[in-house]
């Protein structure tokens, strides 16, 4: 990552605001029994794409602390260290996994190896879930596991996919030369 004057100034501004973007996108949803869906993983995803490791590490942390301390950026507009304890709390607690396979992309050339970083970061994600919710609700059938989070490991893994094609177009427009 190369680093000038600009990208000094515009990075932490861009961490900043990817952090409202999380909370933003959490109150998108769509509620189902269990967990309401939202598009807190495009934004996740999206981050780690843009900003790289550091910022987007910091980003995904400043979201989290700012959930943990009361502040009403989590889905329905809610906040507090309880949502870290609830059934989806794992989902939460995964976000830095997330978005870290997202910033480490960079790495590689290929847009394929990239967006399949970005999906094994998602599984990730849903593996601490997966875990997660069995241990707060105490269902213990991988089945009933895997049929509830189906539909929603393809959302999250097509929100990963746009994440990065979006991720393009504002490192395009942002940095100019398409690198940070």
């Known amino acids: 990552m190369e680093y000038n004057v ?9 961490a900043a605001l990817f952090t409202a973007l999380m909370a933003v996108f959490a109150q998108i949803q769509i509620p189902t029994p269990f967990f309401p869906l939202t598009l807190q993983t495009f934004a996740v995803a999206l981050c780690g794409y843009t900003l790289g490791v ?9 979201y989290m602390l700012l959930g943990v301390c009361g502040a009403p950026v ?10 870290f304890t609830d059934p989806q709390g794992g989902f939460l607690i995964a976000f830095p996994v997330l978005t870290l396979f997202c910033a480490l992309a960079y790495k590689f050339k290929k847009p394929i190896q990239k967006i399949g970083l970005g999906i094994a970061g998602v599984a990730i994600m849903y593996v601490c879930g997966a875990i997660h919710f ?17 539909g929603t490991f393809i959302k999250d893994i097509l929100l990963v996919f746009f994440g990065f094609y979006i991720s393009r177009i504002v490192k395009k427009r942002i940095f100019k030369n398409g690198t940070h």
């Open 6 to 14: 600009k990208n000094k100034t515009l990075l932490p501004i861009l």
């Open 54 to 62: 550091k910022y987007s590490l910091f980003s995904v942390l400043a």
């Open 74 to 83: 989590f889905s329905s507009f809610c906040g507090g260290p309880h949502h």
């Open 134 to 150: 069995m241990l707060v609700t105490n269902i213990k059938s991988i089945t009933v596991i895997v049929l509830m989070f189906f």
